[in-house]
């Protein structure tokens, strides 16, 4: 293998939100056509919170896949303060679950129906570590008064932290990290507890979000930190500590929605992710462990077997359009207008 092209076991995405309906139909052939797997993020309006619901949403899904696509959607579910712990427990059993999702609530996008506090779920929690279910965590505190460039940090120190120590066989997923403190957590906690990381974190700081005057397409939650944080989470997603792997966290909005008086959270990064990721490893020196990143520590944590097949990159230079159309929506996906080092050429 030249240094110009990069062949990766066929990767993974553990954290995405494909939506439903149009904008599922425009996003997951772009979530398809890099990954072979992917966490789908149960925040539909109204969420996802039963086996059937996600049943219904996965047939969904598979019948919006382009022909002859290879994609497996997994399936999580929408934690509240009414879930049923047998109906999770049974969708795990029955394959139609892969996760559950917890959200607290008023956190994030489509989260108003979220847990309102841990000791409310403490049955679920109880029947997750029983089974070997794994929780994902949006991780924020939510109170008013709290900086939102505090609230990850908050979240670990008030709640992550006496919840895995309460649950010490729980395997958690604490998605999207974003912080110094996130980094030093989750490296110091036992093997049950991992963290995903998307590549807008990797690529932009707060500072980036007002550059020139406000872009509100960098605009997701958690919000990026400073420097010295996105610094913190490259160095972790390059180190080869398997406790950190790829989730893009792709969350489609329409360019209406985004640039409003009121803008969605949300970065919708499916189409050019692993070119993204690959500009990352490259810079930092490290392309030989973008494959443990990307294709290899994830299905170790999820206790899946790792994918058969091979996909390439190559060095070639890679315009970003402006904006996707996706039927009637139209989107605008992370980096448009930039050029970008490598290409995903699909799989060899
Ligand atoms: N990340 C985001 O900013 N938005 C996500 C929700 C989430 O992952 O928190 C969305 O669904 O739009
Ligand atoms: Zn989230
Ligand atoms: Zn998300």
């Not at 925040?43 to 949403?57: D, G, I, K, Q, S």
């Not at 712990?85 to 892969?98: H, I, Q, Y």
């Not at 609530?105 to 029947?127: K, M, Q, Y």
Request: proline share 7%.
């Amino acid at each position: 293998m030249s240094s110009d092209t990069l062949v990766l076991r066929r990767p993974d995405d553990w954290h995405v939100h494909l939506r439903d309906g149009a904008m599922l139909a425009a996003v997951l052939p772009h979530t398809a056509r890099q990954f072979a797997r992917a966490i789908v993020m149960p925040n539909l309006a109204p969420p996802v919170t039963t086996t059937a619901a996600a049943r219904a949403y996965r047939e969904r899904i598979l019948s919006a896949l382009p022909p002859g696509a290879d994609f497996q959607p997994l399936m999580t579910a929408y934690l509240t303060d009414d879930s049923d712990p047998a109906d999770l427990e049974a969708g795990f059993r029955a394959g139609v679950f892969t996760a559950c999702k917890l959200y607290p609530a008023n956190a994030t996008t489509n989260s108003a129906h979220g847990v309102t506090s841990i000791a409310r779920i403490t049955r679920v929690l109880e029947t997750l570590q029983r089974i070997g279910m794994p929780l994902l965590i949006h991780g924020e505190a939510t109170a008013a008064e709290i900086d939102v460039y505090d609230r990850e940090a908050v979240f670990i120190e008030s709640t992550l932290a006496p919840l895995v120590a309460a649950f010490p066989h729980l395997p958690v997923v604490l998605e999207h990290i974003t912080s110094a403190e996130a980094v030093d957590f989750v490296g110091a906690t036992g093997p049950r507890l991992a963290a995903t990381i998307t590549p807008h974190h990797l690529e932009i700081n707060r500072t980036d979000m007002f550059a020139g005057g406000i872009r509100p397409h960098l605009y997701c939650l958690p919000i990026a930190k400073r420097e010295r944080h996105r610094q913190a989470l490259r160095r972790a997603a390059v180190s080869g500590n398997p406790k950190f792997f790829l989730g893009t966290d792709s969350a489609p909005h329409t360019i209406g929605a985004k640039e409003s008086d009121c803008g969605c959270a949300g970065i919708f990064n499916a189409p050019f992710a692993l070119e993204v990721y690959a500009r990352v490893f490259d810079e930092e020196g490290a392309l030989d462990k973008l494959e443990g990143f990307a294709s290899e520590f994830g299905p170790r944590f999820y206790g899946l077997p790792v994918n058969e097949g091979r996909v390439q990159l190559r060095r070639s230079e890679t315009l970003v359009p402006e904006s996707v159309v996706a039927g009637d929506a139209v989107l605008r996906p992370f980096r448009s207008g930039q050029t970008l080092p490598w290409r995903f050429e699909g799989s060899v």
